[in-house]
């Protein structure tokens, strides 16, 4: 978002909530106290019963002028010296404050991201660069720890290992696979079939001393966790590495680039200046749509007694790219994409669909009534291999399928109308999911997002986690940070919010929660316990597919201040607001169920929320499975873990939550929406030089280009590298 702050009024930032705030004293009653108040002149003389019988002798007209010239001297003279020193403690001060202005920024800065491709150690080896500080301050100076670094030097600048293939699919051709599972048939990048689908690279180790994430844990959600990504093996089989001339992109001429050339000694070069995504999606979902899920009435249809029994159906992805007329998609962009759609929809042989839903700003423009305009639409603000993947939308659309009125607003924060994208993100998501209802799961995915692993590896091990993932302190569990490092393992962290659960005054969340209405949908039968929550041994919703995937924490907004809290619509304003539950960044995955039940309460009920709260109040609201997931985070500071964990899951009053006011603690990570570490580090992963630091000079005289782990970043505006 462009701007989270616009026209907020100051008094509506206080917090409705029953916690008490601190109050300063006020200037009456400070100087009404004693301790500040000064006595009047009469009282002085009335303490002073000789002072009528005191006599000054008289002052000649010189010795007057003389003493008036001297104090003006002298308060001038005082008065220089307080400006002075006022200037000096201000410029001072200020210098302080730009160099610290937020309390995490006095932690050392960490720097083992920025440890090259010469340093990579086989996985067995390698020492996070938290540990190897620890191990350094505790054997002290006498004593130093050396570092296992691979053997460098001036001449051999090649990495210490070779790449290899990253595979994360499933081995579709085993008996196992096929006992269970139909045939998956191969898809091309050609209608002819002779372009193969290309693969990507990695390598088997990770760069000594690299650091370890402060959330998160891929290894947890099933992640290859021994390898990492350099820029070469992960863009260079889409056009990264090679000439325009023949077919590719030619962005890494400049680049420190000693090894990468192996690649090609098991990947052909692909020519992508006629390669239809559009087309290829489609050709490789028709082959393999036995595979798939069907809808009742298809099943029905097709099902003959004669039939033998069938095999297990895999449920269907869209993957939904929110852009807009007018964006600007830069080489990087283009590579990224051509990752996900070959990644995710044409090597996983039709699991997923991308799509591109584009905003069309301009009301005036009849997208709906002309195919003409709805075509140059597309071929106007979409690069030429995407254009059969796009489908439309705009506000006046939204206007007629969602018409007004929305009545009973709390407060509209963002001063914007109610079909307004920043407002009401969601509206095109819900009518993508009416009129495109094929598709099991909807991930809801930004332009400024980044991934450097596999897009299938991270997009389906996340889903499978959250699959598993019993309902018994799910809601509680996701609305903290996930930090390995002080909560050990997934099982520990598990009991340890159970426990904190129970010694708080809060019930745990057990299925649709009871709160003052009038008037709600009726939640789905399977969304209400069929036990006691105590009588549940983490049973219940074990092998039910999550309904909401979340990246950030699922947290309580009333009890923060987070300043778009209150844009709630359509329930009635003399009783309580309705309990809500936010999580930061729209990005996420919907279920089909879920995104009906959106649907429905705006269409039938008249309900609104801001976008960011809307899907998981909906899911909280009916009791659906709402998951955050724990991907990996990674911080720029050496924050202690117990000052970490105290701020971002127990903050000690409203007003310190990492969801509002105390959003700068999010400023040195690499996931959240003003996130700035995420931009330096994927800049620099690509070969940018960031603050005076890294880039080809730096690469080549250094450890060589970065090789970074399964990672997830957002925000990333724009985008560099080696130049």
């Known amino acids: ?57 008289r002052m000649s007209f010189a010795r007057i002028v003389m003493l008036l010239v001297a104090a003006v001297l002298l308060t001038s003279m005082i008065a220089t010296g307080i400006v002075r020193k006022h200037r000096w403690s201000s410029d001072h001060r200020k210098e302080g404050q730009q160099k610290f202005r937020y309390h995490w920024e006095h932690y050392p800065k960490l720097s083992g991201v920025w440890n090259g491709i010469r340093t990579i150690v086989p996985y067995n080896d390698w020492v996070p660069e938290q540990e190897y500080i620890i191990k350094a301050e505790t054997n002290g100076p006498e004593n130093p720890v050396r570092q296992k670094w691979p053997p460098m030097s001036k001449d051999h600048k090649e990495p210490p290992i070779d790449p290899i293939p990253f595979n994360p699919y499933p081995d579709t051709s085993s008996v196992e696979y096929l006992s269970q599972y139909e045939k998956v048939e191969t898809c091309f990048l050609d209608q002819e079939e002779k372009v193969d689908l290309p693969d990507i690279y990695a390598y088997p180790g990770i760069p ?29 089989p889409y056009g990264y590495s090679y000439s325009r001339e023949e077919g590719g992109l030619g962005m890494s001429s400049k680049s420190e680039q000693a090894g990468a050339d192996k690649i090609w000694s098991w990947e052909k070069k692909i020519d992508y200046r006629n390669v239809d995504w559009g087309s290829a999606q489609k050709r490789c979902y028709e082959k393999n749509k036995i595979r798939f899920r069907k809808n009742d009435t298809e099943a029905k249809e097709e099902k003959s007694e004669d039939d033998p029994p069938e095999k297990k159906k895999l449920p269907r992805h869209a993957y939904i790219l929110r852009t807009w007329t007018g964006y600007k998609y830069s080489d990087y962009q283009i590579l990224t994409i051509r990752a996900m759609i070959n990644e995710l929809a044409l090597k996983s042989g039709g699991e997923y669909d991308v799509h591109f839903l584009l905003h069309v700003k301009d009301d005036s423009l009849p997208i709906w009534s002309s195919e003409e305009v709805y075509r140059k639409t597309i071929q106007d603000n979409l690069p030429k291999e995407f254009w059969g993947m796009a489908t439309l939308w705009s506000e006046q659309q939204m206007k007629m399928y969602y018409p007004e009125p929305f009545p009973n607003n709390v407060y509209n924060h963002a001063k914007a109308p109610v079909h307004s994208v920043y407002r009401s993100a969601h509206f095109a998501m819900q009518w993508f ?89 009726p939640s789905p039968q399977e969304a209400y316990p069929k036990d006691l929550y105590l009588n549940d041994n983490y049973e219940w919703g074990r092998g039910e597919d999550a309904d909401i995937i979340t990246f950030n924490p699922i947290f309580d907004p009333a009890k923060t201040n987070w300043v778009f809290r209150d844009d ?44 960011e709260m809307w899907p998981p109040s909906v899911a909280f609201h009916h009791g659906l499975k709402a998951v955050y997931a724990p991907h990996e985070v990674y911080f720029d500071h050496n924050w202690p873990l117990e000052n970490i964990d105290g701020v971002f899951n127990h903050p000690p009053k409203p007003t310190d939550s990492v969801f509002g006011w105390g959003e700068h603690n999010q400023l040195g990570n690499s996931f959240y929406y003003n996130a700035g570490f995420s931009s330096e580090l994927w800049r620099r992963w690509l070969g940018s030089r960031e603050n005076g630091k890294g880039g080809t000079e730096e690469e080549e005289a250094g450890s060589g280009r970065l ?17």
């Open 707 to 723: 090789c970074i782990r399964q990672t997830l970043f957002h925000p990333v505006k724009h985008e560099q590298g080696a130049d």
């Open 433 to 521: 999911a009416q009129v495109r209802g094929e598709y099991d799961f909807y991930w809801n995915w930004e332009m400024d997002m980044r991934l450097s692993g596999s897009y299938y590896e991270f997009n389906n091990r996340i889903g499978e986690w959250a699959k598993n993932q019993p309902r018994k302190g799910i809601w509680e569990r996701s609305s903290r940070y996930y930090i390995p490092a002080l909560h050990g393992s997934w099982k520990n962290f598990t009991e340890l919010v159970e426990e904190e659960t129970f010694n708080s005054d809060e019930q745990p969340v057990w299925g649709p929660p009871k709160f003052e209405n009038t008037g709600m949908l």
């Open 568 to 611: 709630v619509s359509g329930y009635d304003l003399e009783l309580p607001e309705p309990p809500r539950r936010c999580a930061i960044i729209t990005v996420s995955r919907l279920s089909k169920r879920l995104l009906d039940l959106m649907h429905r309460e705006t269409y039938h009920m008249k309900h609104h929320m801001f976008p």
């Open 208 to 236: 000594q001393n690299y650091t370890a994430p402060f959330f998160g844990s891929i290894e947890e959600m099933g992640m290859n966790h021994k390898v990492c990504f350099d820029r070469f093996g992960r863009f260079g």
């Open 1 to 57: 978002m462009s701007s989270r702050f616009p026209n907020i009024n100051p008094r509506k930032l206080f917090v409705r909530t029953p916690f008490s705030y601190e109050k300063l004293p006020s200037a009456d009653s400070q100087t009404s106290s004693p301790l500040f108040g000064a006595p009047s002149l009469k009282s002085w003389t009335k303490r002073n019963p000789f002072s009528d019988r005191l006599r000054r002798p």
